[in-house]
């Protein structure tokens, strides 16, 4: 069984930055996709960063040249540095691996985990 903890989210003014990181535990191997996405009062979860193991990214245009998503291979961590942070950035924000990931990459991915999400707040 693999268990995602995020952390790093917080309330932030408009043009600032944060940075949310993701650790799996358990049996995940390191070419396992893993990704961001974000769900936001309202709306549909939505793809904000994704990456393989090999070093493949992709990016929500919303977020292209503001967020860069990093991972650890060997700690089985993801993090997203989010740079320029806008208002419309509000939202909770969950770290996936697997399936999820992997269709946004357009590669295989089996089973599919979800964090439990991290509360990012962009005040005007």
């Known amino acids: 069984q693999v268990q995602l903890a995020e952390s790093g989210g917080g309330l932030v003014q408009a043009g600032g930055s944060l940075r949310l990181s993701c650790a799996a535990s358990?049996?995940?191997?390191?070419?396992?996709?893993m990704g961001w996405y974000r769900q936001a009062p309202g709306k549909q979860r939505e793809l904000v960063a994704a990456?393989?193991?090999?070093?493949?990214?992709k990016y929500a245009d919303s977020v292209k040249g503001r967020f860069t998503i990093s991972r650890d291979n060997a700690k089985h961590t993801v993090d997203l540095q989010m740079n320029n942070l806008k208002p419309e950035d509000t939202a909770v924000y969950y770290c996936?691996?697997?399936?999820?990931?992997?269709?946004?990459?357009?590669?295989?991915?089996?089973?599919?985990?979800w964090g439990q999400g991290t509360q990012v707040t962009i005040s005007f």
């Open positions: 358990g049996r995940l191997l390191s070419i396992t996709p």
């Open positions: 990456s393989t193991g090999g070093g493949t990214t």
């Open positions: 996936n691996a697997g399936r999820t990931a992997a269709r946004a990459l357009g590669v295989f991915g089996a089973t599919d985990y």
